[in-house]
């Protein structure tokens, strides 16, 4: 049944084309935004949950909840 649906719709192959465009497009804008970051950024948001909100480390022995 959805062979016969595909078959009456006209252009279908272009929403294939679209799609694979779309996505390439997006993926290969994401990659390079992840390898244009600074280094140095990328560590300081890393290092963001194991730093409690008064600035102290956490591993450091202080309390990691109220």
Do not use: C
Not at 18 to 31: G, P
Not at 35 to 63: H, T
């Amino acid at each position: 049944m959805i062979q016969n649906v595909l078959r009456e719709i006209g252009g279908v192959g272009l929403y294939g084309i679209i799609s694979v465009l779309l996505f390439f497009t997006v993926f290969s804008t994401a990659m390079w935004w992840a390898f244009s970051q600074r280094k140095q950024l990328l560590n300081q948001m890393g290092a963001l949950p194991l730093v409690a909100d008064d600035g102290s480390d956490r591993e450091e022995g202080g309390k990691t909840h109220e």
